[in-house]
């Protein structure tokens, strides 16, 4: 008899509002996620995500980083209180703090981000306002995993979104969030198969799918299935049916 896989170990660090972290806990309420929620964790200790984690009942933890004489302890005494709940995957879900080299490389392959631009495209902050300076007619978010580099780690999905005549930062930025939903959870969703892996070393690494490179990131579909980016349309990739 085929034994369900475990549900995915999920910690979340947030520093704000926490609609990432809500989409996730309502995808598994759902039945659409095989996951569950270790932890969430924050710089802030006023960061909604974190009452958000309270009311599910989901452990929550502030770690100040005031509380710290530098970034790097601040980040070890961070990750020791992660570590604690064994997470198999570590999301950063608007964690607004440039995480250290080593509490990162320790954990190569196990920490992912959603950014919200097509990266390499507009790293950093204000990525919205960063896109219509420059005129962009498409924007749209990003999940990569996390590396020493600033949002310059692989990246493994991407969603597409239209900059639309007269939009400001704030308004492309509900466009584009509305996106990140739906593509951080079928992200997720392809984590837990175990078919998406990182390879290589910190300095080279790269996503690889079903033990081959990705040559380019997995696109998100207006149906939110992933595909391969192909001239030609590519196989979708559909997660295992959950045990809803
Ligand atoms: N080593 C890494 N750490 C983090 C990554 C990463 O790819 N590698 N991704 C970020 C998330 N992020 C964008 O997606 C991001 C977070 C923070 C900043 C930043 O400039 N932070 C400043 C403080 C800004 C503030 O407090 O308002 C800082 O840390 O000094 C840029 C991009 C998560 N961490
Ligand atoms: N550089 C990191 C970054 O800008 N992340 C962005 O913060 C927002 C968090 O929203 P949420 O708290 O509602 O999930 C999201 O738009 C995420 O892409």
Same mark, same amino acid.
């Given at each position: 008899?085929?034994?369900?896989?475990?549900?995915?170990?999920?910690?979340?660090?947030? +520093?704000?509002?926490?609609?990432?972290?809500?989409?996730?806990?309502? !995808?598994?309420?759902?039945?659409?996620?095989?996951?569950?929620?270790?932890?969430?964790?924050?710089?802030?200790?006023?960061?909604?995500?974190?009452?958000?984690?309270?009311?599910?009942? &989901?452990?929550? $933890?502030?770690?100040? %980083?005031?509380?710290?004489? +530098?970034?790097?302890?601040?980040?070890?005494? $961070?990750?020791?209180?992660?570590?604690?709940?064994?997470?198999?995957?570590?999301?950063?879900?608007?964690?607004?703090?440039?995480?250290?080299?080593?509490?990162?490389?320790?954990?190569?392959?196990?920490?992912?981000?959603?950014?919200?631009?097509?990266?390499? !495209?507009?790293?950093?902050?204000?990525?919205?306002?960063?896109?219509?300076?420059?005129?962009?007619?498409?924007?749209?978010?990003?999940?990569?995993? &996390?590396?020493? =580099?600033?949002?310059?780690?692989?990246? &493994?999905?991407?969603?597409?979104?239209?900059?639309?005549?007269?939009?400001?930062?704030?308004?492309?930025?509900?466009?584009?969030?509305?996106?990140?939903?739906?593509?951080?959870?079928?992200?997720?969703?392809?984590?837990?198969?175990?078919?998406?892996?990182?390879?290589?070393?910190?300095?080279?690494?790269?996503?690889?799918?079903?033990?081959?490179?990705?040559?380019?990131?997995?696109?998100?579909?207006?149906?939110?299935? $992933?595909? =391969?980016?192909?001239? +030609? @349309?590519? @196989?979708?990739?559909? %997660? %295992? %049916?959950?045990?809803?």
């Amino acid at each position: 008899m085929r034994v369900a896989p475990a549900p995915l170990r999920l910690a979340v660090l947030a +520093s704000g509002r926490g609609s990432n972290l809500q989409a996730i806990a309502d !995808a598994i309420a759902a039945g659409d996620l095989a996951a569950e929620l270790v932890g969430v964790f924050s710089d802030k200790p006023g960061a909604f995500a974190l009452e958000r984690a309270r009311r599910l009942g &989901v452990h929550a $933890l502030a770690v100040r %980083p005031r509380d710290f004489a +530098s970034r790097p302890a601040h980040d070890e005494h $961070l990750f020791s209180q992660i570590d604690a709940v064994c997470p198999d995957v570590i999301v950063c879900a608007g964690y607004m703090r440039l995480l250290s080299e080593p509490v990162v490389t320790a954990r190569q392959g196990r920490i992912i981000n959603i950014h919200p631009s097509l990266l390499p !495209a507009f790293k950093g902050l204000h990525t919205h306002q960063q896109a219509l300076d420059a005129g962009a007619g498409v924007h749209g978010a990003s999940v990569h995993y &996390v590396t020493p =580099e600033l949002d310059g780690g692989p990246v &493994v999905t991407q969603v597409r979104v239209p900059v639309e005549p007269g939009d400001d930062a704030e308004r492309l930025a509900q466009r584009v969030l509305a996106q990140e939903h739906p593509l951080l959870l079928a992200t997720l969703r392809l984590l837990a198969t175990g078919r998406v892996q990182l390879a290589g070393s910190a300095h080279g690494s790269r996503v690889e799918l079903d033990g081959q490179p990705l040559s380019a990131p997995l696109q998100l579909g207006p149906d939110n299935v $992933l595909a =391969e980016f192909s001239a +030609s @349309p590519a @196989p979708a990739i559909h %997660p %295992p %049916p959950t045990n809803r």
